[in-house]
């Protein structure tokens, strides 16, 4: 359980707290002896709310994805459920079930790709996105549909208790439900936390006004919105100032809509430094780590991902061949390893993009690879403890995400690695701003300059490394996921409370 400083657990006393997010904490599976299990679910969103919601002993509301999710929410009433993973962590999640088709179009249309795509700039804008009646169905059918579902639900949980509700949600896939939720619950405090990056207000126009409009009048019911990093708060407040005409104060970071005043603040997301450690010195991490030890050269270049566009893996291997081949001197002496997961393959592009990685993968293989020497180490599989134990035996993590909201691989990856290990971390990772000075920063795009840097990361030598390794790793354990809670509700606290009394100079100006 996470320490909430005394002045934030008086805050909740209070509150009724609501979690609000489309997958639950936990993944749900069905064992062939008809047991439900359950284990942490994937992505940064989860990893970073489930330390929320232990702390918080907040209802969580998720969508019943898929298959077991389903099976499993079919069961169940109108009440929250008790779900208790291996580890012992006890959940309450209350289900939303929208009709497949509705699912369909909220997630693998409009979520995926078109805001995610928007978010990290993905779109290759002479070509695609093309925008026609099927995304306005998708819009309307889809994506209000299933928000207007969840906003139902949390107004369903809210009225079960007799606090005032403080209902956070989070992410791009609900937009919509701050300002569902006002409707109904007028005096709730809600924030809603944006996890992917914020783009520029031109950017956002590839979307149509009414749809962006939408997105942003959904977001201003909130009485904070919270982002990863400054830049991001800086986007948002130039969007409401370029696109919705709004006035804002960007020193104060507060926008003024409908005669609100709407905080804007960056709570960098992190991790539970340790709760992580721990998790590094389980049996299973020690036997990934001795299965590792067998076939490691001297040097492993790792990567761990989802097989996601933003993560901009076939750039790293074209940079990784590019090394090969100016500098041969490390031919037969590393070994890049990539742990990737397929995700989102619904997605026609998500699809093509798991064949171009692994075809990469293949030239790179063929170009380089001796009868006893294989250059990268492909293996897909969803696998945590032998993700840690990658994170513990790499000298050089490549993280070169094209846009990353904050990207916890890193923090991840330097907190329990003791080899000295370097980052090497692209310039647009939210993690950036807190990390680059220790890192080896590289531009996404230049696979010379990657290259370049995993030369350097690879001879840097050892008194070097380990104070980087040790710098960075300070920085994490300061700013770890206790402080990412806190902050957030040390400013509802703060921001919100006290804010028509003390501030009525910031009230009521538009
Ligand atoms: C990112 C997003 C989350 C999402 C996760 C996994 O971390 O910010 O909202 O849950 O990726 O993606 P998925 O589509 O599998 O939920």
């Known amino acids: 359980m996470i320490a909430i400083e005394e002045y934030t657990r008086q805050l909740l006393k209070d509150l009724h707290p609501v979690i609000v997010a489309n997958r639950a904490p936990v993944d749900v599976q069905l064992e062939a002896d008809e047991e439900y ?63 497949r088709p509705a699912y369909d179009l909220y997630y693998n249309t409009i979520a995926n790709p078109l805001l995610w795509f928007v978010q990290h700039y993905l779109w290759n804008l002479a070509e695609a996105p093309i925008l026609d009646d099927s995304t306005h169905h998708a819009w309307t059918e889809g994506y209000r549909r299933v928000n207007q579902l969840f906003a139902q639900q949390v107004v369903n949980e809210a009225r079960r208790g007799h606090k005032r509700s403080l209902v956070l949600s989070h992410d791009y896939q609900l937009y919509l439900v701050p300002r569902l939720v006002r409707r109904e619950l007028p005096d709730a405090i809600l924030q809603h936390y944006v996890h992917i990056p914020w783009p ?51 020193r104060q970071q507060v926008a003024f809509y409908r005669g609100r005043t709407v905080w804007v603040r960056n709570y960098p997301i992190s991790i539970d430094v340790r709760e992580f450690e721990a998790s590094a010195r389980t049996p299973a991490v020690e036997r990934a780590e001795r299965d590792i ?127 000295g290990g370097v980052l090497v971390l692209s310039e647009n990772a939210g993690a950036h701003e807190e990390l680059g000075q220790w890192a080896i920063t590289i531009n996404p795009f230049d696979v010379d300059g990657t290259a370049e840097a995993l030369h350097r990361a690879l001879l840097m030598d050892g008194v070097e490394r380990h104070a980087r390794a040790e710098k960075m790793r300070g920085v994490v354990e300061q700013n770890d996921i206790a402080r990412w809670i806190s902050a957030q509700l040390q400013d509802l606290r703060d921001l919100v409370e006290p804010a028509a009394a003390r501030r009525p100079e910031l009230r009521q100006l538009s």
């Open 37 to 99: 299990r359950f284990v942490r679910g994937g992505g940064g969103l989860v990893t970073g709310l489930a330390g929320l919601a232990q702390a918080t002993g907040a209802v969580w509301v998720a969508c019943a994805r898929e298959g077991p999710d389903q099976e499993l929410s079919a069961s169940d009433g109108s009440e929250p459920m008790s779900l208790q993973t291996e580890e012992g962590l006890r959940y309450r999640v209350l289900w939303v079930k929208p009709p």
């Open 200 to 250: 520029t207000p031109q950017y956002w126009k590839v979307l149509p006004q009414y749809m962006r409009d939408e997105i942003m009048d959904g977001l201003l019911a909130s009485d904070v919105v919270g982002l990863q990093t400054r830049s991001d708060v800086r986007n948002f407040l130039l969007t409401c100032e370029e696109n919705m005409g709004l006035p804002i104060d960007l």
């Open 293 to 419: 030890l067998r076939w490691r050269p001297r040097h492993v270049i790792f990567r761990v991902d989802r097989m996601d566009l933003s993560k901009n893996i076939v750039r790293g291997f074209l940079a990784y061949d590019r090394l090969l081949q100016v500098h041969p001197e490390w031919r037969g002496e590393v070994v890049f390893w990539a742990l990737l997961q397929k995700t989102r393959q619904n997605v026609s592009e998500y699809r093509e993009y798991a064949r171009q990685v692994q075809q990469a993968v293949r030239v790179v293989n063929e170009r380089h690879g001796t009868p006893t020497w294989q250059p990268i180490r492909l293996e897909l599989r969803d696998d945590i403890p032998r993700a840690i134990a990658g994170y513990k035996q790499f000298d050089v993590l490549l993280v070169n995400a094209i846009y990353d909201g904050m990207n916890l691989v890193a923090k991840e990856g330097i907190t329990v690695n003791r080899r």
